[in-house]
């Protein structure tokens, strides 16, 4: 009975033996794995540095000014800030947006201000 070629998803060598095999072996099975992960991981550590940037400009600015610091977006924008990436957002029972980055965050003001604040003082 002919059979379809199965293929290593690794070196795509013709595989044989078992019809769940994906590898020719261990070796191809973990080059092939720690393929895949280098791939997610570097995703993750763009990711990470964004928000580690993020997280290191609002502190500067928080410490530069009295404590909360209140700044415009265009400033933070200008500092390097994404705010595509923050670790929380939401609204707080007093009605107020907020975004936090790890321990540090934003509330949205108006006028595209926003008021600094260490994420323990954000009522949510
Ligand atoms: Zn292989």
Same mark, same amino acid.
């Given at each position: 009975?002919? &059979?379809?070629?199965?293929?290593?998803?690794?070196?795509?060598?013709?595989?044989?033996?078992?019809?769940?095999?994906?590898?020719?072996?261990?070796?191809?099975?973990?080059?092939?794995?720690? /393929? /895949?992960?280098? #791939?997610?991981? !570097?995703?993750?550590?763009?990711?990470?540095?964004?928000?580690?940037?993020?997280?290191?400009?609002?502190?500067?600015?928080?410490?530069?000014?009295?404590?909360? &610091?209140?700044?415009?977006?265009?400033?933070?924008?200008?500092?390097?800030?994404?705010?595509?990436?923050? &670790? /929380?957002?939401?609204?707080?029972?007093?009605?107020? &947006?907020?975004?936090?980055?790890?321990?540090?965050?934003?509330?949205?003001?108006?006028?595209?201000?926003?008021?600094? #604040?260490?994420? !323990?003082?954000?009522?949510?």
């Amino acid at each position: 009975m002919p &059979t379809e070629n199965r293929y290593c998803q690794c070196c795509a060598q013709v595989l044989y033996g078992r019809l769940d095999k994906k590898f020719c072996d261990d070796g191809c099975r973990n080059n092939y794995n720690n /393929q /895949q992960n280098s #791939v997610q991981n !570097k995703e993750i550590r763009i990711i990470n540095r964004v928000l580690k940037r993020n997280r290191a400009i609002l502190l500067k600015l928080l410490e530069l000014g009295n404590k909360p &610091t209140k700044i415009d977006r265009e400033f933070l924008l200008l500092e390097g800030f994404n705010f595509r990436y923050m &670790t /929380q957002q939401g609204i707080s029972p007093d009605g107020q &947006t907020y975004q936090i980055c790890y321990d540090v965050g934003l509330i949205s003001k108006q006028n595209m201000e926003y008021l600094i #604040v260490l994420a !323990k003082d954000v009522a949510y």
